[in-house]
């Protein structure tokens, strides 16, 4: 079974620049999250889909950050426009509805470099 | 509001010590504790969890104990490997089974031969 995949691995822009960000999540899962790890600080949940409906986004930093996942499979995290502060680590992260409690199966991340 | 405390590492140790990686947490209501690891090069896996109080989550030599009354979730190794080496998050969540996690800093683990 294909674990969650993330493309690109790392991207370096300038400020101001447009970004996008892809999760591939497990086939299956309807339970598709993003979280972000910002100068090696805590992780920290940006928000959750269930199949194509956003439940929680809470953690989005502001209106400069687009997620979609359009049919409920990969999604995308669009960042326009980018500045200095969205450099960090952009995990993505997916779980089945019927999976174990709290098991959720992350992507190796993207590593975002905004100069 | 909820947040998890891990200490700062890293942590470097010689290969058979004893490992400690403290985490304390501040929540409301009974949440469940996970420990995740990522290895270079990957994403976080799940090493271990315990969902209520005195429970002990145990996966590759690695324990924790869900302590209530210290609120702590401190991972323990007794002989780590050089193979051990790696980023390990201390983290909780709520009920439901599908809401988000909140993560610890994390502590980088170093073990040398």
């Known amino acids: 079974e294909a674990g969650v995949t993330q493309f690109p691995s790392h991207s370096v822009i300038e400020k101001g620049q447009t970004v996008t960000l892809r999760c591939d999540p497990i086939?299956?899962?309807?339970?598709l999250y993003w979280y972000r790890r910002v100068m090696g600080k805590e992780i920290k949940f940006l928000l959750h889909f269930v199949k194509e409906s956003k439940q929680d986004e809470s953690g989005m930093p502001n209106n400069r950050f687009l997620a979609e996942r359009t049919g409920g499979t990969y999604s995308t995290l669009k960042v326009q426009p980018a500045e200095l502060e969205d450099s960090g680590v952009y995990f993505c992260?997916?779980?089945?509805?019927?999976?174990?409690?709290?098991?959720?199966?992350f992507g190796p991340g993207t590593r975002l470099t905004v100069l | 509001g909820n947040s998890v405390t891990q200490m700062e590492g890293p942590v470097t140790l010689s290969e058979e010590a004893f490992l400690t990686i403290n985490c304390t947490y501040t929540a409301t209501g009974y949440p469940s504790l996970f420990w995740y690891v990522q290895y270079p090069g990957e994403g976080l896996q799940l090493l271990l969890k315990?969902?209520?109080?005195?429970d002990k989550g145990s996966n590759k030599g690695f324990e924790a104990t869900y302590r209530k009354e210290t609120t702590s979730f401190h991972l323990e190794k007794g002989s780590v490997q050089v193979s051990d080496s790696a980023v390990y998050f201390c983290?909780?969540?709520?009920?439901?089974?599908?809401?988000?996690?909140?993560f610890g800093a994390g502590t980088r683990l170093a073990v040398h031969p």
């Open positions: 086939s299956g899962h309807d339970n």
């Open positions: 983290a909780l969540g709520h009920s439901g089974g599908y809401n988000k996690l909140i």
């Open positions: 992260a997916s779980s089945h509805r019927g999976g174990k409690w709290g098991e959720q199966f």
């Open positions: 315990a969902t209520k109080a005195d």
